[in-house]
């Protein structure tokens, strides 16, 4: 696996970024609650800026109010706080009141090939209701670009709340998945499906060090996955397991030692004798593994169904299963949103499959620097011109479109038969397909 760079490392809360934006202003509360729809006076100002430490426990509880959550409690607060990077969250007031907020944090990216990229994992965007649909989203977007395109991370990811939102800012979904609900049968597979490993149950004193070990030796291995931090290991599974809710985490080993794991708490069920898993987190090195852990949470007694959101698209459960029908996929989902930050740095970091040469003419209004012709042709991917220059593309998409082929999960020929690309030159689109096809569906399976 290759590692990439990051070319440079903030210090700690050093960059304070300040942007003007003049917009509406906020109607007063009679006005909001349906009174006189009068015209605004005069223009308000919103500062746009990088938060101090101590001003994020503001920022963390104004975004829990946008998606309709409390505020945080006092004692959980300091192992939340470390989920902050300093320097990183972005606050916007009116007047000395903070009105919206988004932020990132460093992790990194597999991309097809195996190279690891530095990312900027982008969460927690939440504009008060009160200030909504004046601007204020796009003017954190794009002084957080600048931030993510400074500190040298060439892509930034997220789970958006509402698909609608991030196309605007060059964020095209990346990778995808599907809930399913497996239902128990006897027998439950198939005969000739894999046996798998052995697979031991961790104590709960374990979970946490052993799944951390696990994921950090495989998960990193396919495309679409990324770095977890402590701080997420606790709010995602740690923080259950310290609620004393019931869990069942368990590791597999391979002929090579350790290599997947599953945990999986109790879902709401209406049968003792059948009773709901709920699985929070699965990931396995191959089909073995994956085969190994699903026998496992699948043969537990008293247990009728298992539930699980956003799995890879290829996981092959059906293929698995004495019964396919015993598998029911509940949901399709969006899982990563991608943008390519520092295309030329993206593009040149994934490896292609074999093909003719392509050229493909790349817009990017709000980073223009990524804009250009480029060229991939065999390991390589170049630009080769500007937009409009002489080097005529065969190909031509925005940058939220490459970002849905740059993993892998969309290919060339179905977004050009959408419309997501333009082919001037149609005998391209297959040589395109080839270059960036990938044998496995990319997927992350870290929800952030
Ligand atoms: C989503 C949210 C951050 C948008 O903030 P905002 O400040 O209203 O966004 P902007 O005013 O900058 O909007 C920019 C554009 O996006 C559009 N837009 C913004 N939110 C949208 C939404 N939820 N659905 C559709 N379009 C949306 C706006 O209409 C605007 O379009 P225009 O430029 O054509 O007029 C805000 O509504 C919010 O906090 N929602 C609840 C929390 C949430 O979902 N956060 C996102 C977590 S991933």
Redesign the pocket.
Known sequence: MRAIQRRRQEPPGSRLSSTKIHGTPPRPESEVDGGADRAPSHPVTHDVRFLETDQVRSAHNLFAA??HRGPMEDERWPRVARSYSPGRTIGVHHGSTLV?TAMSFPSELVVPGGAVLPMAAVTR???RPD????????AMMRAQLDDVAARGEPVAT?????A??YG?FGYGVATRGRDVTVRVTRPAWRPGAPQGGSVRLLDRDEILPALQKVHEAVALTRTGSMTRRDSWWWSSIGRRVEDREPVIAAVHTGDHGDDGFAVAFRGESHSFAEQTLELADLHAADVQATAGLWRFLLGVDLVGSVQADLRPLDEPLELLLASPRACVVTGHHDETWLRLVDVPAALAARSYGVADPVLIAVHDPLLEKNAGVYRIAGATAERVGPLGGPVTPQLECDVAALAMAYLGDRTPSELVATGWWQAPDQAAVPHADAAFGTTASPWCGTYF
């Open positions: 946008t998606i919206a965007v939440g504009v200030h909504t649909r004046r601007g204020l989203l796009s997220l789970r958006a709340s509402e609608r939102i605007r």
